[in-house]
């Protein structure tokens, strides 16, 4: 029943003059800023409607939007409200058709939705009655539109290809710790090329360091943990926002950090990767060190709480989660009943034990022989004083080759903070003696005087005295020693799971060897705390290896 009232509502033939509507539209945003198409179609709609004698009821505009598809907001609501009961339209008015739709199809298909409500769809530059003529002849445009959309697609796609070739930036969102910066000018079209803004350079520097290193008061952080440390310290995203998981690891896993950029790599519309060789590869200046950057790519995964699970941590097995074979897969905990009938307990490759000798060759060694080796090894080769020393020494080493790039960052920060001031005096200059302050000119200021504080506040961490940067003590060293040695042969075994954390990474059974590998970033920073305060999952790629002579 209520089908049948609409569709005598539809049918009503109004006693007035024709109510319409107009729908207006252009495809990018720099049309709807600068072009004047929108009000050009408009004012033409007005005058066709007034010479008419019908009557303009409602105004939609999609300005930036691709008629491709339907996903314009504007769009949809002028299809909801002309499908409404009460027939608030008898016709929609579009300056061309394809203002309306640039895909014959869905142009048929909306174009029939409308028909069915008792709404006409009009263009005022394509008049075209009802007849078969008509409609074939809507068709062809329909096709011809959505030919050369398709094309000028294909060429605007080719330029900005060759503007990437080229070295230039196309606009899509910058990344924390770029800004862009305009060196030609081609027409009436600025070129741009990304560079590093100092001020957000520094921050996205922390971020890698404290998922390395942490913020000095604990050891390594997590996605999430960072996410919490940055939003209560008041740092914000690009946009303004506050920190998330997300926005971290998008962080942590731009390779634009380390001076590599790629266009092209998925299609605007579907967000589907496209083929390798379709992407176009340039440079900018790097941010943060390589070697620290595939640090983070290998450590992202194993540190994921869905690869290292509790029971890793917490378990009774000693070298759970840490002992993996040379394949590569981890090595699992496997029983065996000797000749007098004891219970043996061994250490085996995992990919042998589930795929068989084709994925392995299954390398197996007694648990409690494999966990005296690493012991005996760390006690012997690591952890006396001396050896403590050699290893740290590239730590330190390595802090002091930085010391000059450090010199660079501050140059840069100061020369940042200068312009910020001068920018800002000559906002004060401009408004002295005037007693009206619009909010533009408020809004400037406070925006150079928060440039100028977080200038000021990086400025004051680089420049704080730097601990750790000398070498260690013997006395520090033999004493970390001595309190590792002892923590890590005695005790629970969570308890001495976590002593070995604070020092190895990865326990690597091959044939008649086994390889101890651990980071020496967090050593040395097990031995700046104490490593009952860094305890916890510790995974990461190596960066040093016990002496090879722990034979098995």
Known sequence: MAAKKRSAAHQTVSTGPLRVCSYCRVSTGRQADSDLSIPDQNRQIADYVAAKGWELVATYVDPGLSATDDNRPQFQALIERALDDDHPFDAVLVHSYSRFFRDSFNLELYRRRLEKAGVKLVSITQELGDEPADAMMRQLIAMFDEHQSRENGKHVRRAMQENARQGFYNGSPVAL????????RHGNRDKKILVIDPVEAELVRRIFLLYRDGDGTSGPMGVKAIATWLNGHGYRTKRGGLFGVAAVHTILTNRAYIGETTFNRRCSRTLRQKPADQHIHGEVEPIVDATLFEW???????RSPKVVAPRVVTGPILLTGLASCSCGAAMTLR?????????????TCSASARQGKTACKGRSIRMDRLD????????????????????LSAVIDSRSRRAEEIEQRIRRLQQSGAEARDKLRRLIDLIEGTDFIDDEIKSRITQRRS??????????????PRSGQEAFSHEVLMRFGQLVSENIANGPIPFRKGYLRAVLDRVEVDDGIVRLVGNT??????????????QGVRRSIPKWRARHDSNV
């Open 521 to 534: 970033h967090v050593l040395a920073q097990a031995v700046k705390d104490g490593p009952a305060n860094v």
């Open 335 to 347: 029983t065996g009943t000797g000749g007098q009938g004891r219970v043996y307990k061994y250490y």
């Open 177 to 184: 710790g770029f800004t862009t910066t305009v060196v030609a």
């Open 372 to 391: 005296g080796l690493v012991v005996d090894a760390l006690k012997k080769n690591l952890l006396q004083p001396e050896r403590l020393a050699d290893v």
């Open 296 to 302: 983070v790519q290998q450590a992202l995964p194993t």
């Open 451 to 464: 440039e100028i504080a977080k200038v000021e506040a990086e400025l004051e961490r680089l420049q704080a």
